[in-house]
């Protein structure tokens, strides 16, 4: 069975850091690219980073650009989320998805998320 | 900064059919943009329905479709089912990232 599931949310306070972990099952981790998706409270998706198969390629949403870090480890079919200058408005559900890109492109399996609160 | 538009909320009978669409302030959107739809309920993740423009996974009922039209993405649901009932949200890809729609909360009453 594909699965993604994250770990390592949690209260952290304003100006603080905290990595999220997702651990990839039941498909060749490093044939993926892999992504982050966050959801705050009562509010919509939004795209965080994603990465490339091998990590040579990363991208970020300008919001958490210079303060937040993609990686992947695809020797333990990982992905982290490496998170700093946390602000109150990175509050949110924190998701792990896997992606395809080529001919197509589809975001066709998310984890259940991981949920990160950042308040004093 | 791109912003990608969704209705906020539409309302459709059981049995009926509703168009979804997905707009990007860049312009029009083609199937360059690789327009995807995904479903999401209450408590739950996201779920992926639609991918490229119009191609279904495995698990998207019949019911839903995917297309170009009038220069934007179109998700549509013909013989709506109560358990439809959920938030949509499409995503567009761009060449520096991709971002998602604000999301349409489809009632079905």
């Known amino acids: 069975e594909v699965q993604l599931v994250e770990s390592g949310g949690g209260l952290v306070q304003p100006g603080g850091s905290l990595t999220l972990s997702c651990a990839a099952s039941?498909?060749?981790?490093?044939?993926?690219?892999m992504g982050w998706v966050r959801q705050a409270p009562g509010r919509g998706l939004e795209w965080v980073a994603n990465?490339?198969?091998?990590?040579?390629?990363?991208m970020y949403v300008d919001s958490v650009k210079g303060r937040f870090i993609i990686s992947r480890d695809n020797a333990k079919n990982s992905l982290y989320l490496q998170m700093s200058s946390l602000r109150a408005e990175d509050t949110a559900l924190y998701y792990c998805?896997?992606?395809?890109?080529?001919?197509?492109?589809?975001?066709?399996?998310w984890g259940q998320g991981t949920t990160v609160t950042v308040s004093s | 900064q791109t912003v990608v538009t969704q209705e906020p909320s539409l309302t459709v009978s059981p049995g009926g059919t509703v168009t979804l669409t997905c707009a990007s302030s860049?312009?029009?959107?083609?199937?360059?943009?690789?327009p995807n739809w995904f479903q999401q309920k209450p408590g739950q993740a996201p779920r992926a329905l639609i991918y490229?423009?119009?191609n279904k996974h495995s698990w998207t009922p019949a019911r839903f479709s995917g297309s170009l039209l009038g220069g934007k993405a179109a998700l549509t649901l013909s013989g709506v089912q109560p358990e439809d009932e959920a938030e949509y949200y499409c995503?567009?890809?761009f060449g520096d990232g991709q971002i998602f729609g604000g999301g349409t909360k489809l009632t079905v009453l």
């Open positions: 995503l567009l890809y």
């Open positions: 490229s423009t119009s």
């Open positions: 990465i490339r198969q091998d990590g040579s390629q990363k």
């Open positions: 860049t312009g029009a959107v083609t199937s360059g943009y690789f």
């Open positions: 039941g498909f060749t981790f490093s044939n993926f690219w």
């Open positions: 998805a896997r992606e395809i890109r080529g001919v197509y492109y589809d975001t066709d399996v």
